[in-house]
C-alpha cells in the first residue's frame, strides 16, 4: 500500500512518530516553558534577535528565524498564563519576537495587550495601531479602549460636548 499524500505534498502517516523519538512533551506549562527555553539554548549562532534597520526592507526569514520568533512568542504566552503571571519575561520575549520578524500583527497585538495590563498605556497604543496596520482588525477595540483609559479628559470634555 502507497502512502497518500495531502494537499501540502508531504506523505500521509498512518502511524503516528514513536514517542522515543520526540524531543519536547508539553505537559503542562512549567515544563511548556523549561521545553522551550532550552529550545533556545540551540538557536545556531547567527540566529539571534536584534534590531533591523527601519530603513532597509524586512528581508524573508529564514527557517530558523521563524522558529526562533515563535519560540519567543510561545514563551511570552506561557509567561502571561503562568501563576502567578511574569509580564516581565513574557514582554521580553515578545519583543525579542518583534525583533525576529517586526511584521507579525498578531504579535504586536499580544505585546499591546501585555503592556496595557502592565499600565505601559502609551506603549500599548503604539503597539496595537502597529497590530492594526498590520491587519488586526480587533485592535480597532483596544486603541479606542487604551485612549479613553489613558486620555480621560478629553472623552470627558468630549461627552460634555455632547449634553450641551
Known sequence: MRPRRCSCAYPF?????????????????????TSFELSLSHTPPGVK???????????ELTPAQVILADTHTNLGAAYILSQPPQPDKALDHLQKAL???????????????????????????VAYERAKKLGI????VNIKNVRRRAFPSLFLEASLQFVS
Open 13 to 33: 502517516r498512518a502511524n503516528p512518530v514513536p514517542p522515543r523519538t520526540r524531543r519536547y512533551q508539553l505537559q503542562d506549562l512549567a515544563s511548556s516553558i
Open 49 to 59: 534577535p536584534t534590531l533591523p534597520d527601519p530603513l532597509a526592507p524586512i528581508p
Open 99 to 125: 525583533m525576529v520578524n517586526p511584521d507579525d500583527g498578531e504579535v504586536c497585538f499580544n505585546l499591546a495587550a501585555v503592556l496595557e495590563a502592565t499600565g505601559e498605556l502609551d506603549e500599548a497604543l
Open 137 to 140: 482588525q480587533r485592535a480597532d
